[in-house]
Nanobody, 121 residues
Framework: QVQLVESGGGLVQPGGSLRLSCAAS????????MGWYRQAPGNQRELVARMANGAMTNYADSVKGRFTISRDNTRNMGYLEMNRLNPEDTAVYYC???????????????WGQGTQVTVSS
């Protein structure tokens, strides 16, 4: 089994910064992609940022230039550095990863439980 656990959410003032972490554990042979999604009340879950192998990244237009996704493959960790936060960034942020558990397996998709980010003065 594989688990994703997010941390680092919280309350921050507009213009502030937060760093989210995602720890992957369990039966992991390879993480082929890792990303962050968010869901605000009344809205659909949306892609924030995603990084595939080879460091190919893509970002939602609303966060480009403010958020940075990164991975530490040696520790099975993912990060989302969020700067210049504004109230529209308020949402539950979810870690998502495509993980192969063994050499023989195709990648399966996993989700974390989410961490709340609230941007408010």
């Amino acid at each position: 089994q594989v688990q994703l656990v997010e941390s680092g959410g919280g309350l921050v003032q507009p213009g502030g910064s937060l760093r989210l972490s995602c720890a992957a554990s369990g039966s992991i042979f390879a993480i082929t992609a890792m990303g962050w999604y968010r869901q605000a009340p009344g809205n659909q879950r949306e892609l924030v940022a995603r990084m595939a192998n080879g460091a190919m990244t893509n970002y939602a237009d609303s966060v480009k230039g403010r958020f940075t996704i990164s991975r530490d493959n040696t520790r099975n960790m993912g990060y989302l550095e969020m700067n210049r936060l504004n109230p529209e960034d308020t949402a539950v942020y979810y870690c998502n990863a495509n993980i192969r558990s063994t050499w023989f397996d195709a990648a399966s998709e996993y989700w974390g439980q989410g961490t709340q980010v609230t941007v408010s003065s």
